[in-house]
């Protein structure tokens, strides 16, 4: 017989009854398809939470139950009744975390992004992909626009970093003297993000910032909800797609497919821009399920961290919606390109910005042309 635990979960009765048990998420979730368990998809987890509010145990089924999520969204998006699960789960996450109650991984992640800032636990020089002295001392203490670059792009993909850094600076975008994580991680996974928010925001004042650009999509949905509502917000791809007239980037002959990610599609509504980066530059052959139905990558909502085996398997799953033929596959999220890559994608994963990289890069025979002899 379960011991009924002395908690208060606060989460608003009118959001749990929303849902009217249809089960549209059924044939969406992610997790329910590797899974199978009624716990494991958006209708069993609004259930669990019910239950939760009423007096359940928050046992070890329970947590796995709502730690499963990966708050890809596809089930809000999908809710013929509106309701919207993953939010649903997030608060119940930070109901349970408030009270001390929490997985292993849960408390590991919070302990390793307060001691360190960041999500991997590093304690090097965040500016280290920065390693040009005059770059360094050369950018700009003020102005308008700040380039947000986020832990993965920092520690574990700094060619990207610096890749994006070199485009942004030609329009004048600095960075922050000492960013640390958005604090998406943490809101996620049910921690409170506040000291990281405080952080950053009072950087971004002091340097005059009105603009932060972001490229990767857990900071761009976090900075966007979390953060004071007269920052604007912008991702790579939208400050880029607004500007290929001054970019003069180059066709290349290559065909590629694009994932979309679910907290800079579903969550930020953001589609058309990077496709418009894309056909500027090369073929763009669409997934079988993209835009709003695009299949989740599986790194989401604390799920990499803390249950990789599913984490894997979802990744591998929307590999399954690779178009034949295509050269690489392009995306705006360094979380969904590890789990892409990690999942051992058959087909080159990159970033966007690789790709206008890749694009911006004199042609050889050109350049050659250019450097020989007059006649």
Known sequence: MRVRAKLKLEIDPRAIELCVRCGTCRSVCPVFEVLGWESRNSRGRVMVVKALGEGLAPDSEVLDSL?????????????????NPPEIVQEARRGLVSQGVMTGAQAGFRAKLNA??????????????????????????RSDSVYFVGCL?????????????EILRRFGVTLLPDEECCGS????????????????????????AKTVIT?????????????????????????????LSELDLKRLDMAVTYHDPCHLGR???????????????????????????????????????????????IARRRLADIPPGVDAIVSCCP??????RDAESEVEVIDLVDLVGRALEPNPDQSSRDESPAD
């Open 185 to 208: 991680p943490l809101i996620r996974t049910g921690s409170d993000a506040k000291k990281l928010i405080d952080k950053n925001l009072r950087q971004i004042r002091e340097i005059g």
């Open 116 to 141: 360190s800032g960041n999500t991997f636990g590093e304690l090097g020089d965040r500016l280290g992909w920065l390693a040009d002295r005059a770059d360094r001392e050369g950018r700009k203490e």
């Open 267 to 313: 969550h930020g509504g953001i589609y058309d821009p990077p496709r418009k980066v894309i056909k500027a530059i090369c073929r763009l052959v669409e997934m079988k399920n993209s835009r709003e139905d695009a299949r989740c990558c599986g790194g989401g909502g604390g799920v990499r961290a803390g249950y990789p085996d599913l984490s894997l398997e």
């Open 335 to 340: 979380l969904c390109i590890r789990n892409l």
């Open 67 to 83: 730690n499963t999520c990966t708050t890809c969204g596809i089930c809000a998006a999908k809710c013929p009744a509106g309701a």
């Open 153 to 165: 792009d920092s520690y574990r993909y700094p060619e990207v970093a610096k890749k994006t850094f």
């Open 215 to 243: 490229g990767c999509a857990g900071c761009y949905s976090t900075l966007k909800k979390y953060y004071p509502p007269d920052l604007e917000v912008v991702s790579v791809p939208e400050f880029l797609a607004g500007r």
